[in-house]
């Protein structure tokens, strides 16, 4: 049995923080040396999840959907902006989408659904209160995912 695996489809969740970018090229990379598909995910943190909070009177299936319609348009116009370092890299195809639930468990799952190779994603997105309510999404993905996943902490690797 051979433990060399090809690398042939490559997730990389992104958050659309100022890490992003930064994250989403080191894969470009990353996937253009295996000539892999590299596939983009971004998750609209649930709402479940504010369970506790005062949320204000609003239709949560009306928000939900203008939320993946606001997040579906930003995650196109960040795909388009990668295209040509794709091509030059040689990213065999860059797909992407976006779901809604825990932000952990979708990628995982949507990793498992394509049956992916290889997860790469940062050490750090958003900070603050958030990471502090929610706890850390590469913990989760680590400990969970069953394919291996590359962790990039965007304020060292790349200076």
Known sequence: MSIIHEITKVVTPVDFSDNSQLIAESSIYLAGR???????????????DYSGF?????????????LIESAEAKMVSFCSGLQ????????????????????????VQYAVDIDA???VMGTHG???LEKIMFGSVADKVVRSASCPVLTINPYTCCD
């Open 84 to 107: 040509d370092l794709c091509e030059k890299s040689g990213v065999k195809e860059l797909n992407h989408k976006v779901f809604m639930g825990d932000v952990g468990e979708q990628i």
């Open 54 to 66: 005062f949320v204000p009177q609003i239709t949560l299936p009306s928000l939900e959907g203008e």
């Open 117 to 119: 190779d290889m997860i």
């Open 34 to 48: 295996f000539n892999a598909s590299l596939h983009l995910v971004f998750v609209v943190q649930n709402f479940e």
């Open 126 to 128: 958003y900070k603050g």
